[in-house]
């Protein structure tokens, strides 16, 4: 069994900072890449920011120069700083860990359960 526990969104006014968290728990045996979507009402889910195992980092176009991606290989926990937020950041942001279990020789992606995140103008 794996968990994603997702923390740290709410609301915000423009121009504030968030930072969210994901900690990713149980059978777990290795991790590869971690990342941050999100979903706005009406809109397809997109790729906010994704983290290799090494740390080398891809920033979505969005909202790049705004929000920076990490993680601690340690903790299993990937982090998402989100800086001079716009409304149109509004959206659930989901945490998506590619990850093998002490149970599978196989990749699997895990998906959280969603934190919202609200930009007011």
């Known amino acids: 069994q794996v968990q994603l526990v997702e923390s740290g969104g709410g609301l915000v006014q423009a121009g504030g900072s968030l930072r969210l968290s994901c900690v990713a728990s149980?059978?777990?045996?290795?991790?590869?890449?971690m990342a941050w979507y999100r979903q706005a009402p009406g809109k397809q889910r997109e790729l906010v920011a994704i983290?290799?195992?090494?740390?080398?980092?891809n920033i979505g176009d969005s909202v790049k120069g705004r929000f920076a991606i990490s993680r601690d290989n340690a903790k299993n926990t990937v982090n998402l700083q989100m800086n001079s937020l716009k409304p149109e950041d509004t959206a659930v942001y989901y945490c998506?860990?590619?990850?093998?279990?002490?149970?599978?020789?196989?990749?699997?992606?895990?998906w959280g359960q969603g934190t919202q995140v609200t930009v007011s103008s």
């Open positions: 998506n860990v590619d990850l093998i279990t002490t149970m599978s020789t196989e990749w699997n992606a895990y």
């Open positions: 983290i290799g195992s090494s740390g080398t980092a």
């Open positions: 149980g059978t777990i045996r290795r991790i590869n890449t």
